[in-house]
């Protein structure tokens, strides 16, 4: 599938009535309209045909989570949570349409990606179907996401460390990820050692996006990021960026880096029908490189000023 593909099915999957009241109708067309890289629906619907989903299958699972991502995005921007302004280049939905609206619209989101995650996951054996669910709601739920955003929204009450930030993105960010690689492969009947190889994949590359996340909220302007920056130290947010410091972040992100190619390459070795995953981590190469190289002008203007 092609990028306007993905972006079509992005916006066309929620069907929204004609007697929707016209604020929700409004705040689902803006965050429907806006759907960013689509990096992550993409890699689900590769990796699910990749382990022998159909494309029906498949790309109910890439929109379905893309719906769950976005829906956490739209409760992360608000006042109670992150209060900001922009998100993916264009006004976070609250702005536009209200607070209400935002959260209906959200849990509409939610709502349509478990009816596109059973549609999916309806196919396979009732094995496969158990313990995907069981994967979703661990992830989705008080183990994984919800209980690290309840961490991020108390950071101010934990310790400032490494460990702690580092444990919030692994609840949060890691978590997603998961989603992302895992559990296609494993409604594809994936073998034990492909799932551990994919989990551990999740867990650098999703530190990894984490860290430039937060790089690119101490570093970047709007224009740059699309979205609202510096949020994370005005709200006492975890960031490593800010807990390590600006290089001691770039190393560690560049280990994440290094550990996540080790597992890529043996996992392509063993299954070389992943071999695809390189062209998506060019990808993120790429933005890793340009977050580091602004990391670095800005330490060494800072060193010489």
């Not at 929707?20 to 803006?30: I, P, V």
């Not at 496969?128 to 929204?153: F, K, M, T």
């Not at 494993?186 to 999740?202: H, I, K, T």
Request: proline letters at 5%; one cysteine or more; charged letters at 20%.
């Amino acid at each position: 599938m092609t990028n306007g593909r993905f972006a079509s099915a992005f916006g066309s999957s929620l069907p929204l009535p004609p007697a929707l009241d016209s604020l929700l109708h409004g705040a689902l067309r803006h965050i429907l309209g806006n759907p960013g890289s689509l990096v992550r629906p993409k890699l689900v619907f590769q990796t699910a045909v990749a382990y022998g989903l159909s494309t029906e299958q498949a790309q109910d699972l890439a929109v379905a989570l893309e719906y769950f991502h976005t829906a956490s995005l739209v409760f992360d921007d608000l006042p109670c949570m992150d209060d900001a302004i922009e998100r993916r280049g264009a006004p976070c939905v609250h702005h536009v349409y209200g607070q209400a609206d935002a959260i209906l619209a959200a849990l509409a989101l939610i709502n349509r990606a478990y009816a596109l995650t059973w549609s999916s996951v309806a196919g396979c054996p009732l094995p496969i179907q158990q313990r995907a669910l069981a994967y979703i709601e661990r992830c989705l739920g008080v183990h994984g996401l919800l209980n690290g955003q309840s961490r991020d929204l108390n950071y101010s009450s934990l310790p400032h460390t490494r460990e702690t930030t580092e444990r919030i993105a692994r609840e949060k960010t890691v978590s997603l990820i998961r989603l992302t690689l895992v559990l296609p492969a494993m409604l594809g009947g994936a073998a034990d050692r492909d799932l551990q190889q994919l989990e551990r994949l999740s867990l650098f590359w999703g530190l990894g996006y984490q860290m430039v996340d937060d790089l690119k909220d101490v570093l970047q302007d709007a224009g740059q990021s699309g979205k609202t920056p510096a949020r994370d130290a005005l709200l006492g947010h975890p960031n490593v960026a800010v807990v390590l410091g600006v290089r001691p972040a770039v190393r560690r992100l560049t280990r994440f880096i290094d550990l996540g190619d080790k597992v890529f390459h043996r996992l392509v070795e063993s299954r070389p029908r992943l071999q695809f995953l390189g062209n998506l981590r060019s990808e993120l190469q790429q933005e890793l490189a340009r977050v580091t190289r602004n990391c670095y002008a800005l330490t060494e203007e800072v060193v010489h000023s």
